[in-house]
């Protein structure tokens, strides 16, 4: 088996040189679903995994735009359309000065499958630009928003394709797209997810990611007998996935002891409580600071340029970023008895490190499972601009854990191995491929 995966990965290698992120999610994938394939030859006779690493579409364009003192400033844009089998391409907006094709193919390959583990038609697709929206004034960022969506509008609609934030795209600049959108248009359409209540949007969203990634966190333990109450949790990053991670670890009797940024992270062993959790997000949402404050704000200590994987912990949630739990992290982490790692953030744990919790056979979740809820909102806002029709926020709550508790069932159906264990990562790579291959094979040579 491993022979095949080299000759595929060899394959997409040839077509994909210096994409080093794409790779490591084709790989991450290829391993669970080629043996899957191998036993279900109408998936190998289609070569339904070479057409899905293939893009349907992958748009880039250039992005001038005025700041605030005048002078042009250049940035590219991109929109990858990787899938539609199931559904207009879904999928964020990533605004960071980091993005480039490789990390936006990876991101739009991973929804594909996230997109299908939640039920709903949706199919894959990621976007943005290397626009840094740090340090830049309201005005700078809606010059670049108008901008981008001047170019962007031709390649998407409702029931084309719905982009969404990701990392650093939020409420204000979703706002700002949806606003070029409709003026270029003239018309108020469900093109934009993430809106606000008052314009479109649905209840829930905001706090969707990081509800759904507690929520599936809890579903894993109780396989084992267990509960988040009472555990001891590190979480890394401090924007809005990790900041609502944390309100749902308050609610459920669990204890937050880290928080972090690109700067370090903080320690605080007597946890996070709400008062504290309230500070936090108005020293993010609003005054956009840095995590540092929150130190001297509560006598605690910040560890400058670190990781919280050091911290003793019963369970992780990377949140952050890309391959942020390296095999060293993995190793602390299990030598402290971490027993759960759920993936608030996409692909945030090296291959090697995923190995290491494979092997001591701990409770791990992949991003495109544990980490669905924001799209599974972002798909029942799409719904009710459909409806023109808006859900009360308990009922959009109920649903995404209706939703939640689906993807871990799909998770286990083709994750649980001989031994009793769940391999999370092999059920959701499974669970999610299956859809949207059988509906490739139906629609014919797409």
Known sequence: MDVLVDEFMNRVKSRNQHEPEF???V???AESVIPFIE??????????????????RAIMFRVPWLND???????????????????????????????????????????????????LPMGGGKGGSDFDPKGKSDNEVMKFCQSFMTELFRHVGADIDVPA?????????????????????????????????????????????GYGVVYFAADMLETRGLSMKGKTVTISGSGNVSQYAIKKCIEVGAKVVTVS???????????????????????????????????????????EGERPWKIKCDIAFPNATQNEVSADDARILLSN????????????????????????R????????????????????????????????????????????????????????????????????????VKVADAMIAQGLV
């Open 362 to 433: 701990i409770l791990y979740a992949p991003g495109k499972a544990a980490n669905a809820g924001g799209v599974a909102v972002s798909g029942l806002e799409m719904s009710q601009n459909s409806l023109r029709f808006s859900w009360s926020g308990e009922e959009v709550d109920q649903k995404l854990q209706q939703i939640m508790k689906h993807i871990h069932r799909i998770c286990v159906k083709y994750g649980q191995e001989k031994d009793g264990y769940i391999n999370y990562e092999k059920g959701a790579n499974i669970g999610g491929f």
């Open 165 to 209: 934030g990701d990392i650093g795209v939020g409420g204000r600049e979703i706002g700002f797209l949806f606003g070029q959108y409709k003026r270029i248009q003239g018309e108020f359409t469900g093109v934009l997810t993430g809106k606000g209540n008052e314009w479109g949007g649905s209840l829930i969203r905001p706090e969707a990611t």
């Open 69 to 119: 003192k005048g002078e042009i400033e250049i940035n590219r844009g991109y929109r990858i359309q990787m899938s539609s089998a199931i559904g207009p391409y879904k999928g964020g907006l990533r605004f960071h000065p980091s993005v480039n094709i490789s990390i936006l193919k990876f991101l739009a390959f991973e929804q594909v499958f996230k997109n299908s583990l939640t039920s």
């Open 261 to 303: 940024d690109s700067e370090g992270f903080v320690y605080d062993p007597q946890g996070i409580d709400s008062a504290k959790l309230d500070y936090i997000m108005e020293l993010k949402n609003e005054r956009r600071g840095r995590i540092r404050e929150y130190a001297t704000q509560y006598g605690c200590e910040f560890f």
């Open 39 to 56: 036993a279900h030859p109408k998936y190998k006779k289609a070569k339904i995994l070479e057409r899905m690493t293939e893009p349907e």
């Open 337 to 360: 008895g971490c027993i759960c790692v759920a993936e608030g953030a996409n692909m945030p744990t090296t291959p090697e490190a995923i190995q290491l919790f494979r092997e001591a």
């Open 27 to 29: 790989l991450e994938v």
């Open 23 to 25: 790779l490591q999610a």
